[in-house]
T-cell receptor
Framework: SQQGEEDPQALSIQEGENATMNCSYK?????LQWYRQNSGRGLVHLIL?????REKHSGRLRVTLDTSKKSSSLLITASRAADTASYFC???????????FGAGTRLTVKP | EPEVTQTPSHQVTQMGQEVILRCVPI?????FYWYRQILGQKVEFLVS????????KSEIFDDQFSVERPDGSNFTLKIRSTKLEDSAMYFC????????????FGPGTRLTVL
């Protein structure tokens, strides 16, 4: 079954602005992770948030998780042109650590 | 910093040929995965591997696919008879254990089936 649906599908902002991307999922999870992918390249792990956590920070990244709404958000503050990439959320199902990815949000940060 | 490596970076093959994609996971990791991403689409789970056997596989991972850990370092994905629709990026990932649960991805192998 499909997990991890991101929205918006595409987001275009100016450098310095904040970017917020959302992810929804359907079933109970152990963890939710956010990944970044530059065009045609591999996946870079950004942050993992466990199902018993509500918020996590890493540098300019802030992730929230609302298990009651089965949703997560990724906030990138003070965006830079180098943040231009696709961002994916991935969930692993409870008792199963295989990950399911969403379709991703394509973020463009204009200089 | 240790990383997952994959070879080759790009593989071109004729339809019907066998291909083997290679991955070297991070050395102390115990769980291994293959994912694929068809151009412009989402990353899809193929198979997970632990303790020298498949833990789980998706519906994509049919009889044409197999995985192997032939020695202590390599983790391979074999496609026996490639189809045009197998063209995709194939990502290997590894994880140290289920407690921590972060999967580290390799850079991917781009497979082109002609």
């Amino acid at each position: 079954s499909q997990q991890g649906e991101e929205d918006p599908q595409a987001l275009s902002i100016q450098e310095g602005e904040n970017a917020t991307m959302n992810c929804s999922y359907k079933t109970s999870i152990n963890n939710l992770q956010w990944y970044r992918q530059n065009s045609g390249r591999g996946l870079v792990h950004l942050i993992l948030i466990r199902s018993n956590e509500r918020e996590k920070h890493s540098g300019r990244l802030r992730v929230t998780l609302d298990t009651s709404k089965k949703s997560s958000s990724l906030l990138i503050t003070a965006s830079r042109a180098a943040d231009t990439a696709s961002y994916f959320c991935a969930t692993d199902l409870y008792n199963n650590n295989d990950m399911r990815f969403g379709a991703g949000t394509r973020l463009t940060v204009k200089p | 910093e240790p990383e997952v490596t994959q070879t080759p970076s790009h593989q071109v093959t004729q339809m019907g040929q066998e291909v083997i994609l290679r991955c070297v996971p991070i050395s102390n990791h115990l769980y291994f995965y293959w994912y694929r991403q068809i151009l412009g689409q989402k990353v899809e789970f193929l198979v997970s591997f632990y303790n020298n056997e498949i833990s789980e596989k998706s519906e994509i991972f049919d009889d044409q696919f197999s995985v192997e850990r032939p020695d202590g370092s390599n983790f391979t994905l074999k496609i026996r008879s490639t189809k045009l629709e197998d063209s995709a990026m194939y990502f290997c990932a590894s994880m140290v254990d289920v407690t921590y649960n972060e999967q580290f991805f390799g850079p991917g192998t781009r497979l082109t089936v002609l």
